[in-house]
């Protein structure tokens, strides 16, 4: 990952203001310590903070074309690059970056080449010649973008938030899959697949098909020039993720320098459900794993400088957020830049537990749409922004954009959760991967009930912030929240308490008006509150809120949480 900063039609574009650009785009500089640059051109400014993945002797960004007349700067990695360069024989490449390809892609196609890119991304586009921009983001919005207008007129768009809302009155999230363009001044999407009107798919099941487009997801994230590894928390989506890479290694062109033996990376409370799971496949895998443990203590020690990176008070996205942050700065001291990493498939499968409750497969199908749609407000924002603290990058296998295609294509009955048929959450995924003659993962392992990331780490740590909050917000505090915080007002004191962290760093209406709010139970949209009237009593985040559903469920109010650690 790298951070971009781009600003367009500045009224003061004195040595003072370049100054200015420098300092804003240092504050992005966690995510791209290995190289700053900057390109001027009137009142444009194009900055960038590179994290060296591919080709770090001679990638630098900004990026142009053979006469610069073109400056891109991007955040992300375009995976067919190499396909997408033969299309341009005509042109001549500076680099071996595989994002030089945007600004010849500009030059060829014009703005309508974006569909073209395959990849995750956020890039800004300048053209010199007569000096319009466009800007652009990936298709899901794994990489994160914002928009942001100042009172002089100008136009900012930036990696983080933090880097553009001390100069904007007015800042957004960029949505994924649209591009800017400022000839239109206008928004458009250039990602428009099927399942996006969510009407519902009746492609028939083919687990071998939905195996292999995993499989070459997977496989294309293994373009890198640098050390990496993949996050294995023991469950089923990173267990996978894991099986794949590490059967791929001995192909990979970077095993000459770096060797054929996966790396694997866990973290946890000790005794964890995670640890264990990870442990276990790791020895299946013969990976070169790496377990790293925190308190609870060390994990409220870094609320702040959590909430400061990742730019959210969602309280799921908190939870889950703090062990990543925790175990990427520890990932990065072992020399390695980049991880593979399981975010993605509960939102197209239907994996996270509330879906038992889900009336149909109409149902089902509008629910995975509405989730997939936010991830880039929820786990995208999480898996980048936690591990990019650290200068660490993070890629998405099962975000890719034929695999989505090819499971959202598929007709969600399959993807019904059945016990009287022995369907699990997530079968259709499992049964892909479930080879008799060349097994994958454990059958157990294959077939183990889904955990949230805030709950794998070890149940403790939710109950621990859950006190901790307590001991901070006094009971005329949350009374007195509506007042307080109008809007999305918090429900809760470890919500409210999350809002007070995030509101000493980004106090503008702007900033409070990125973050989602509404109901949710175990990770649901507001519209699934509505599938069981017993969740409305208990609207918490945690898998374990599905009651009647996970093993470990919250069993009543009288339940200690003693008893429930223990679970």
């Known amino acids: 990952m790298c951070g971009i900063l781009a600003v367009f039609g500045c009224v003061d574009n004195s040595q ?13 500089r966690h995510r791209g310590p290995d190289w700053s640059g900057l390109h001027c051109y009137d009142d444009c400014y194009l900055a960038h903070q590179r994290l060296a993945i591919i080709d770090p002797a001679s990638g630098d960004q900004p990026l142009y074309n053979e006469d610069k007349t073109v400056v891109v700067t991007v955040n992300g990695e375009i995976y067919n690059h190499k396909e997408l360069r033969e299309k341009l024989t005509s042109h001549q490449f500076r680099t071996g970056s595989d994002c030089e390809v945007i600004a010849h892609l500009y030059e060829e196609y014009g703005e309508d080449f974006v569909h073209m890119l395959d990849g995750m991304f956020s890039f800004v586009l300048l053209d010199t010649r007569n000096k319009t921009f466009i800007a652009a983001r990936d298709a899901i919005g794994i990489t994160p973008l914002y928009m942001g207008w100042g009172l002089d007129g100008s136009v900012w768009f930036a990696s983080e938030m933090k880097a553009l809302s001390d100069d904007c009155e007015r800042f957004v999230s960029f949505l994924p899959g649209h591009i800017y363009s400022s ?8 990602y428009n697949p099927t399942w996006y009107t969510e009407e519902v798919p009746s492609t028939p099941y083919d687990p071998l098909y939905l195996r292999e487009a995993f499989e070459k997801a997977v496989t294309k994230r293994l373009m890198t020039d640098v050390p990496f590894g993949v996050l294995l928390s023991g469950g089923l989506d990173s267990s996978l993720v894991a099986s794949v890479a590490s059967r791929k290694m001995a192909e990979l ?29 790791a020895d299946y895998l013969h990976t070169r794993h790496h377990e790293f443990h925190f308190t609870v203590q060390e994990g409220i020690d870094a609320l702040e400088e959590v909430i400061y990176h990742i730019e959210t008070y969602d309280v799921t996205t908190i939870r889950a957020s703090t062990p990543m942050f925790l175990m990427s700065r520890k ?32 149902e089902l199908h509008k629910e995975t749409c509405r989730k997939i749609k936010a991830l880039h407000l929820y786990d995208c924002l999480r898996a980048n922004k ?4 650290w200068g660490l990058e993070a890629r998405v296998p099962f975000l890719d954009k034929e695999f989505i295609n090819v499971a959202m294509n598929i007709d969600p009955e399959w993807k019904m959760i059945r016990p009287d048929l022995g369907r699990i959450e ?18 157990h392992i294959l077939y183990r009930q889904k955990e949230q990331f805030s709950d794998g780490v070890g149940y403790s740590w939710i109950d621990g912030l859950k006190d901790h909050a307590n001991n901070q917000v006094t009971d005329a505090m949350l009374v007195n929240a509506s007042f307080v915080y109008p809007e999305n007002t918090p429900t809760t004191k470890e919500a409210y308490y999350y809002r007070t962290i995030f509101e000493k760093f980004f106090p503008k209406n702007a900033a409070r008006a990125t973050v989602p709010g509404g109901p949710s139970v175990a990770c649901s949209t507001a519209k699934a509150v509505e599938w069981d009237a017993a969740w409305s009593k208990n609207l ?20 200690t949480p003693s008893a429930m650690n223990g679970a």
């Not at 062109?253 to 496949?281: I, M, N, Y």
């Not at 990065?332 to 889900?358: P, Q, T």
């Not at 936690?386 to 603290?389: E, G, L």
């Open 331 to 362: 990932i990065k001291s072992l020399g390695v830049k980049m991880v593979l990493s399981g975010e993605g498939s509960d939102e197209i499968f239907g994996g996270y537990l509330y879906f038992h409750k889900a009336p149909n497969k109409e």
């Open 386 to 389: 936690s591990t990019s603290a």
């Open 540 to 559: 918490d985040p945690s898998g374990r809120a599905a009651t009647g559903v996970h093993d470990s469920a919250y069993e009543d109010a009288a339940k």
């Open 253 to 281: 062109a970077a095993a000459c320098q770096w060797g054929t033996q996966l790396h694997t990376f866990c973290v946890g409370l000790k005794g964890s459900p995670d640890l264990r799971a990870a442990r276990e496949v």
């Open 426 to 443: 997530k079968w259709i995924l499992r049964n892909a991967f479930d080879d008799e003659k060349n097994p994958y993962l454990p059958k």
């Open 16 to 28: 003072a203001k370049r100054s200015r650009i420098i300092e804003l785009s240092r504050r992005l």
């Open 183 to 190: 000839k239109e001044g206008s928004l458009q999407r250039w």
